[in-house]
């Protein structure tokens, strides 16, 4: 099978956990800023797709060169050869960006990359003067950075974010990627219960339940080059009937999502049913004050609002203050917070075990664990 130059990409400060993922799926790989390249065949990609919960999409790598001259740009665009990829009635809009770069005029680049590209189609398919684009969607982007050209197409379509199962969300709902991000972060397993103090609409929850259960984020949807002719109807079949074998529907989960907003609960219970948990994650009105539990050793993750707005903060700096008096009798579970607000642990009482740098969206945040006690082993010598 013809092999490619991959490339995920992934929201800053989670190339390592979409790296350990590629690599779980037994592919070797390299990371940069936002990206993790590795090689594959059409399987890697259907696999790849089926598979990364927290990258943002799968492209292939078409070229990539140095231009600093439109001329230059279109002359090795069109000496890449789109014949291998695309068809004659393929669609193929050409998006692009800039940075650092002699040719900082984007419109002009993808301008000059679509027309470079038409060129050598009509060399390829000498009896076409005419592309209707009536066919499959190839979606090309042109990168430029500090005059490197790097020419992609995107395999997902969508975002890899697009689960299939949201129904409804609040006003700032947290991406379905950074949400199975953080859980990947913690040391949680489907054995241990789980409780989002925070949980809107469900999303983390809903990501704990898929990575408990195994379950691949993108059984449930469509990707883009499923239209594809070069990879053909086959290679995503396999793909989808390898993730319905790996699927443990009978693993047991201990989830729970709470949330001071009863509409947001039952938006939650919908999105929770939509993705087919709807007996296995227990979601209840709740304020984070409130939060107890006689259970030991489990996993807190929460999104708690970051006080942005004015006349926010102090309600926000508050409730930070109620989440630590509360989840301070909790010592043996582990708790995972994630907020931009850059006094968090003063609040909350007490200082992080470890912090971690992300981004939610555009917002700089910061995710703090607190790692609890670890359940008690007997010793060889006491077991004798």
Request: a neutral charge.
């Amino acid at each position: 099978m013809k092999q490619y130059d991959i490339i995920a990409t992934s929201a800053m400060g989670l190339e390592s956990v979409v790296a350990k993922e590629v690599r779980d799926l037994g592919y070797d790989c390299q990371v940069e800023n936002g990206k993790i390249m590795y090689k594959g065949d059409a399987k890697t990609i259907a696999r790849s797709n089926m598979w990364l919960r927290s990258a943002d999409r799968v492209k292939i790598k078409v070229g990539e060169f140095k231009a600093t001259s439109f001329d230059e740009l279109f002359e090795k665009t069109k000496a890449l050869r789109w014949e291998d990829f695309l068809t004659a009635d393929a669609e193929f809009p050409v998006s692009g960006k800039s940075v650092k770069s002699a040719l900082y005029s984007v419109p002009d680049c993808q301008a000059i990359v679509k027309k470079a590209i038409v060129e050598r189609m009509k060399k390829q398919y000498n009896h076409v003067s005419w592309f209707e684009e009536n066919g499959p969607l190839y979606k090309i982007e042109v990168s430029i950075h500090k005059d490197i050209a790097v020419i992609t197409l995107d395999t997902s379509g969508a975002g890899l974010h697009k689960r299939g199962y949201r129904s409804g969300q609040g006003e700032a709902p947290l991406k379905e990627t950074l949400a199975a991000a953080l859980i990947m972060l913690t040391n949680w397993n489907p054995d241990k219960p789980f409780i989002d103090p925070f949980c809107g609409s469900g999303t983390i929850p809903i990501e704990a339940a898929m990575i408990g259960q195994n379950i691949a984020p993108g059984f449930n949807r469509e990707f883009v080059s499923e239209e594809w002719p070069i990879f053909g109807a086959e290679v995503w079949e396999e793909a989808r009937q390898e993730a319905e074998d790996l699927a443990k529907y009978d693993q047991h989960l201990d989830i729970s999502g709470y949330d001071i907003d009863h509409k947001m609960v039952e938006i939650a219970k919908v999105n929770s049913f939509e993705a087919g948990f709807a007996d296995l994650i227990s979601f209840k009105q709740m304020q984070v004050r409130d939060l107890t539990t006689k259970k030991e050793f489990g996993v807190i993750v929460g999104n708690p609002p970051y006080g942005e707005r004015i006349g926010e903060q102090r309600a926000v700096e508050q409730m930070y203050k109620e989440m630590g008096q509360a989840l301070s009798k909790l010592d043996t579970w582990s708790i995972y917070m994630i907020t931009s607000h850059p006094d968090f642990e003063k609040f909350y009482g007490k200082q992080a075990t470890k912090k971690r740098k992300l981004f939610n969206g555009f917002i700089r945040t910061d995710y703090y664990q607190y790692w609890g006690k670890r359940p008690f082993r007997k010793s060889s010598i006491d077991k004798a």
